[in-house]
């Protein structure tokens, strides 16, 4: 149960650790961040990705329907991550106007599929800034941040969205190059590596690394890359 989630430049890293670290973090969140793939930078995790992204329309610091760095404004993000998770459904739903006077309304499209609880979420502030959306203290900086709401608190909608998921759910035999179970890739999952190579013990897909069917020594280089990144 580990997430990663993040406003602003927060938001862009996060969508870089669904592409970098998705093997480790379970699920992540992105509040007025947007999606940015460097030139020749691939995003191709071996599972889906369950995201959350929360973006006021009015945002004037991180556009909702323009970039002004290169990313992908929120429309193709969702495109992106849609298409890569095979989520063919779409629902909106309007969330109630609890608070009539802030100047803005939210709604929650959610995109599914049959047979997978892997969602993307996106909660679209209309009308809303560059704001942690719910926090009182964002109050404080609506003249420079623009409209905060108060039908939603980010910290909720990310923490009821992140307890939905484990990492087993997209890897119910462990993770790959954790080849002992110990929820740790060190240099013991090395050894047993090498040992299935030898044929000393019986082979796991946990230690087919490359999913190429077969177990040896180019598993063992990249679990040796996982452990030195770390």
């Not at 969508?15 to 509040?31: M, P, Q, W």
């Not at 006077?101 to 809303?128: A, P, Q, R």
């Not at 203290?137 to 923490?159: P, R």
């Not at 954790?178 to 946990?206: A, F, K, R």
Request: glycine residues 10%; hydrophobic residues 35%.
């Amino acid at each position: 149960r580990i997430y990663a989630c993040g406003m602003s430049n927060g938001g862009y890293m996060t969508y870089e650790l669904a592409c970098g670290l998705y093997d480790k973090i379970t699920a992540f969140g992105s509040v007025t961040g947007n999606f940015m793939l460097n030139q020749n930078q691939s995003c191709n995790p071996d599972r889906e990705i369950p995201f959350i992204h929360i973006h006021g329309t009015s945002d004037n610091t991180v556009p909702y329907n323009s970039t002004f760095d290169g990313s992908m404004y929120v429309s193709q993000s969702i495109a992106f991550w849609r298409e890569f998770n095979g989520l063919t459904e779409e629902y909106v739903n309007s969330v109630p106007n609890f608070d009539i006077f802030d100047g803005t309304t939210v709604e929650d499209y959610t995109y599914s599929k049959n047979g997978s609880t892997t969602l993307f979420k996106h909660l679209k502030v209309i009308g809303g800034g560059h704001q942690w959306f719910g926090s009182t203290v964002a109050d404080n900086y609506i003249y420079f941040l623009g409209l905060n709401n108060h039908d939603i608190h980010s910290n909720t909608e990310l923490i009821l969205f992140f307890q939905n998921y484990r990492l087993s759910d997209f890897y119910p035999q462990g993770t790959p190059g954790d080849v002992n179970g110990d929820e740790l890739i060190n240099v013991v999952d090395v050894i047993l590596v090498v040992q299935i190579i030898l044929g000393q013990i019986n082979s796991t897909p946990l230690a087919d690394m490359n999913d190429d069917g077969m177990v040896n020594v180019q598993d063992v280089i990249i679990i040796v890359n996982i452990i030195l990144d770390d």
